[in-house]
């Protein structure tokens, strides 16, 4: 049985349904991200999670305990918001105490369990200031503060970096992924970004419209998506989708990618999906992320299989630690990524090796992965 | 050439016709400023004067020999209609009607925009329209009908007291004044909060009642502490309407002991016996005003701040 798990839960605001059954688990001291669009209900059932927004149908449970019905502070939790929510007329060590306060712990265990959590968190010195002046680091320190001193079966955040510049946004990714290391605690943490939720969490639920798209760990999201939506939202940059047409005859097929003003360019599939055979002469959409679409000398030596084609290179851009090339298949720009001291000069053509093992195949019809 | 004179022309031109602009406006300013200020420089001065120097001098001159006389007169000796011990007593008939009133008014006018905002139910636009409403009833209008509420609270405090010994201040005119403006003043001090409180962060609701906050506790240690801009704007307002009211208290408090500072002002000036001391009565029209002057200078930085969160914010 798993720590945490959510059965078929469904949230209706009136007609609306902004949830469409859920069925997410998690296990003790995972870390869940629940990542997707804004306006997908991922922000909604967190707040399901926490108790702050009531459900419609299905069952929250944590460690066994049905929640569905309890008030927010009865169900163990504690919750980082993504404007960190720190009372402002408080001092740090108010804001950290006022869950214990209002719980009627004695001053001297609450001054005790503050001075725990300020030494986790390095915020001892600021214990005394109010909100208004601490920076935004700080902020998310103290919001994370008060979360930690109550100790809870599970955590709740929020969005949480989503207010800090891309600098400290990394080091606190770092801090948070530390903190759920060192103290093992079971996590579930709402993102729009991806990245986020790859680097995070050791299980990742895609959202869509209210529905799960897929649910595994970031590795699965990210190699096997089970749709194009999914493919689509998980990496940066994107995974390249590009119209393609399966040719070949009987056992032996290939994937047949348009190029402009050129033949078409074939590419031999090894060991194609059981499902693609039925799509002979059909068109699909062709996966292919940026890293396994390399120049023939940067591609991976032991993939059994890697076909190389010349493709026209519309666009480079160097990165530092890698270079982009832009080309055009099937009609959408395509961008391959090479070493970064790869020769490549934009207006030429040059060999690209596509890793065909790490491609994947949509149907273009149901959007869904060809198997 | 005519391209660099040009502009250099307009900016001259433009210059003298600004310079001409603002000595009309600020010209026109000083004028209504004076203008407005006169009668309260008449009063001043007046009040500080002897009898004699008003029935010889002139009214704008300032006094010859400044005597303070006029306004302990005024505090403690000058008649009200048939009792002559000056306005002391309904000035803190005053001060007792206005401050529970006020902070009545205040504290519900809180507790409803709280309400309306952060604890949302079926129907909350409704019930709030319905509270603007009450903002735009004219006064003369409730007169009658509050009467007669008045009236039925009163017997009901008769027949209270016949039983228990204790009427619990029903049909006591202050407490019907407090009554009356406690009803009156909760559409405004709804709307002012009930604004305030929209653009107050929803999460911060959310994270008290995470830490297990209950209603009140949420109200009390988390929105009051941070309302300090509307409430000083919603005591503000309330104080000096409530101190200023003439009709209320004419209507329900007009005779007896309980009457408020306004009325008693209207019947000193009233009084029509022997001379008419206009010194005594500038005296109590301004011991009257200073109350609201002094929450004006106190908490006035406050009540221009408040007025503008409000308006971007609402």
């Given amino acids: 049985m798993a720590f945490l798990e959510i059965d078929g839960l469904k949230k209706r605001f009136g007609s609306v349904e ?48 049905t929640i569905n019905d309890l008030h927010p502070s009865k169900r163990d939790i504690a919750m980082v918001f993504q404007s960190y929510a720190l009372y402002p007329n408080m001092t740090v060590a108010g804001n950290i105490a006022f869950g214990m306060e209002m719980r009627g712990v004695p001053a001297q265990e609450r001054q005790k369990a503050i001075d725990k959590v300020a030494k986790v968190l390095q915020i001892g010195h600021l214990l005394q200031r109010k909100p208004s002046q601490l920076s935004g680091g700080q902020r998310q320190r103290v919001a994370m503060g008060r979360a ?143 890293e396994a679409l390399t120049d023939p000398e940067g591609a991976e030596r032991n993939a059994s299989n890697i076909a190389t084609a010349d493709c026209h290179i ?57 198997l | ?68 006389e006029p306004w302990a007169k005024a505090w403690g000796e000058t008649c009200v209609g048939l009792t002559c011990a000056g306005i002391k007593g309904y000035f803190w008939n005053s001060i007792k009607m206005v401050v529970p009133a006020v902070l009545i008014s205040t504290l519900l006018g809180a507790l409803n925009g709280y309400v309306l905002t952060k604890w949302r139910f079926r129907g909350h636009t409704l019930v709030f329209g319905l509270m603007l409403f009450a903002c735009f009833i004219p006064f003369q209008s409730v007169l009658l009908p509050m009467a007669t509420i008045l009236g039925s609270l009163g017997r009901f405090g008769v027949t209270l007291r016949n039983a228990t010994g204790f009427s619990f201040g029903l049909g006591n005119p202050t407490v019907n004044l407090v009554f009356v403006h406690v009803v009156y003043g909760l559409g405004f001090t709804t709307l002012f909060f009930r604004n305030y409180y929209e653009a107050f962060p929803t999460e911060l609701i959310k994270a008290a009642q995470v830490d297990g906050a209950s209603f009140f506790q949420i109200f009390r240690r988390i929105m009051l502490p941070n309302s300090m801009p ?75 701040r408040g007025l503008m969160a409000g308006a971007v914010k609402g």
């Avoid at chain 1, 891309?166 to 970004?193: P, S």
């Avoid at chain 1, 056992?251 to 990618?257: D, G, H, I, K, N």
């Avoid at chain 2, 004179?5 to 300013?29: C, D, E, H, K, W």
């Fill in chain 1, 18 to 65: 902004i949830l469409k059954g859920i069925d997410v688990e998690l296990e003790k001291g995972g870390f869940l991200v629940l990542v997707g669009p804004s306006g997908c209900g991922k922000s909604t059932l967190l707040n399901t999670i926490a108790g702050l927004e009531t459900i419609t149908e299905g069952e929250i449970r944590v460690d066994g305990r």
């Fill in chain 1, 148 to 290: 930690l001193v109550r100790d809870p079966k599970l955590f709740l955040f929020d969005e949480p970096l989503s207010n800090l510049d891309a600098k400290l946004r990394v080091d606190m990714r770092i801090e948070i992924k530390r903190l759920h290391a060192t103290t093992g605690t079971t996590i579930v943490y709402v993102t729009h970004d991806q990245i986020e939720a790859m680097t995070l969490a050791t299980k990742i639920a895609v959202m869509r419209d209210g529905e799960v798209q897929q649910f595994g760990t970031p590795a699965e999201i990210y190699n096997n998506p089970t749709n194009l939506f999914v493919a689509d939202f998980m990496g940066s940059p994107a995974m390249n989708l590009v119209p393609a047409t399966i040719g070949g005859n009987g056992s032996a097929l290939s994937v047949v990618l348009q190029r402009e003003a050129r033949d078409p360019i074939s590419l031999p599939l090894a060991n194609a999906p059981a499902g693609l055979s039925a799509f002979q002469g059909k068109p699909v959409i062709f996966g292919v992320r940026p």
């Fill in chain 1, 314 to 370: 519309e666009v480079v851009e160097p990165a530092g630690s890698d270079t982009f090339a832009v080309t055009n298949l099937g009609g959408k720009a395509v961008v391959a990524r090479l070493r970064a001291d790869a020769n490549i000069q934009p207006g030429t053509s040059t060999p690209l090796a596509f890793n065909l093992t790490k491609a994947v195949f949509f149907d273009p019809a149901t959007e869904n992965r060809i």
């Fill in chain 2, 1 to 68: 050439m005519s391209v660099i004179a040009t502009p250099a022309r307009q900016s001259t031109g433009g210059t003298s016709a600004r310079t001409i602009n603002r000595i009309v406006i600020y010209g026109l300013l000083a004028l209504f400023a004076l203008f407005y200020l006169m009668p309260l420089f008449v009063m001043l001065v007046t009040s500080f004067k002897t009898m004699e120097e008003i029935q010889n001098g002139n009214m704008l001159a300032l006094p010859q020999a400044p005597t303070f």
């Fill in chain 2, 230 to 304: 509307i409430f000083v704007v919603t005591v503000i307002y309330q104080f000096t309407n409530i101190w200023n009211d003439f009709l209320f208290a004419s209507a329900y408090a007009g005779t007896g002991d309980a009457m408020p500072m306004t009325v008693a002002l209207n019947n000193v000036v009233n009084t029509s016996t022997g001379v008419v001391e206009y010194n005594v009565n500038m005296a109590a029209a301004m011991i009257a005003a200073l109350p609201t002057l002094l929450v004006y200078v106190v908490a006035g930085r406050y009540f221009v």
